[in-house]
Nanobody, 127 residues
Framework: QVQLVETGGGLAQAGGSLSLACAASGRTLNEYTMGWFRQAPGKEREFVAGISWSGVNRQYADSVSGRFTISRDNVQNTVYLQMNSLKTEDTAVYYC????????????????????WGQGTQVTVSS
């Protein structure tokens, strides 16, 4: 059973940057699609970014494309989310999640295929 722990959340000003990390224990992540999701108050959880098991393929929500970058270090068993040009609407709890192994195609980033989730980290962007 994998355990995912997100770190790096906090408070930032609009236009600023934050970097999130998701460290895994209990299982290596190098076979799995990994993703970042977020949930704002009163809203449903939404997909933010995903990365394939190899790191070659990445997918982003339209709302963060060009501003956020997902990456992974399979040696460190960690996934990262670099968030630049932050906007107030990026305020949410951000969750890291483990997806299917050796997956290819857009279906790999559907929230229903992510089976393990971290506890979340709060990101607050002020104007």
């Amino acid at each position: 059973q994998v355990q995912l722990v997100e770190t790096g959340g906090g408070l930032a000003q609009a236009g600023g940057s934050l970097s999130l990390a998701c460290a895994a224990s209990g299982r290596t992540l190098n076979e799995y699609t990994m993703g970042w999701f977020r949930q704002a108050p009163g809203k449903e959880r939404e997909f933010v970014a995903g990365i394939s098991w190899s790191g070659v393929n990445r997918q982003y929500a339209d709302s963060v494309s060009g501003r956020f970058t997902i990456s992974r270090d399979n040696v460190q068993n960690t996934v990262y989310l670099q968030m630049n040009s932050l906007k107030t609407e990026d305020t949410a709890v951000y969750y890291c999640a483990k997806g299917p192994p050796y997956c290819s195609g857009n279906g790999c980033y559907d929230s229903t295929v992510f089976t393990s989730w971290g506890q979340g980290t709060q990101v607050t962007v002020s104007s």
